[in-house]
């Protein structure tokens, strides 16, 4: 095992590897700049090795001590927007029309639209687009009360969650759906086939005004605007990673693991309702997160050395049951 390296790292290094020479072998026009993007993976292989080298020889203090623990999560966004900008190499468009002809065909209808239809009410609303927002909120909370709790319990959390990010994020560039949002804008440039967009049209499916009215639909508007990855939507890392949270809050007895469990569960029921995702995305985010999170849980197990406490001598690796 490469000395300082622990899951984590090597979990990291190799998605940061792997991705770089996808992008070196099978780039396209879809990837523009993809030598600055290749050398950018580089950079950051070398920078990741020499901060943990730096940090496992007791060098640069307090920023190398918060680098070294939280590095991964500074890193979640960046992929994830990578994942969008590489989601034309292998497939050209996008495989949306696949998924809603699958669903119109188990469920008869479109359920990401028919959902809000059937509830329009802002309290309802509200409810679902501010468990859609807590996403957010639970992953820096959880990550921070365990941080604060129990090092190396925050370093199981970070491990197995970012686990579940990469392949997520791994899995869009080879499998791109934008999500029911499709149906009513282009997005990324892509545009439903007419056959597929009359499921569905947007003039029988408006966003009632009442919804549109709400805080939360009006700050998760906002963030999808700025932040949203074109293709990211199979299988729904909302999902996947929300329900990886409860279980480490459950996993290390947190208090709120009973009000997380029902927010989780909103959560899985807002990704419809809200019009982010497909039903089937929530089967495949449910179906990762019950592969991923026991397979992390091993790797974890296997590649990790237990890591001093800060005031000296080694921290408890999980709380007593």
Known sequence: MTRHYQFIDYATQGYTLLVGLLVLVFHNASVPGWGWLVGAHALLLLLVHLMLRANGSGRGGGVLDFLRHFYPVLLYAVFYRESGMLSQMFVTGHLDPVVIRLEERLFGFQPSMQF???????????????????YYVMIAGVGLALFFRNREAFFHYVSVLSFVFYVCYLIYIFLPVIGPRVFSRSLG????????????????????????????????????????????????????????????SFRYRLGIRYVHLVVVVLLCLSTVYCRYHYVIDVIAGLLTVAVLVPLGNWLFERYHEPQPAPGGGAAAAEEAP
């Open 189 to 248: 440039g892509y545009t439903l086939p007419p056959d597929v967009q009359a499921f569905a049209p947007l003039e029988a499916f408006p966003y009632p005004a009442s919804i549109t009215r709400g805080p939360f639909f009006r700050i998760m508007a906002l963030i999808y605007d700025l932040f949203e990855a074109p293709g990211a939507a199979l299988p729904s890392s909302h999902v996947a990673a929300s329900i990886c949270t409860v279980w480490f």
């Open 116 to 134: 809000m239809d059937s509830l329009p009410w802002i309290w309802v609303s509200e409810v679902l687009y501010g468990s859609y927002f807590s």
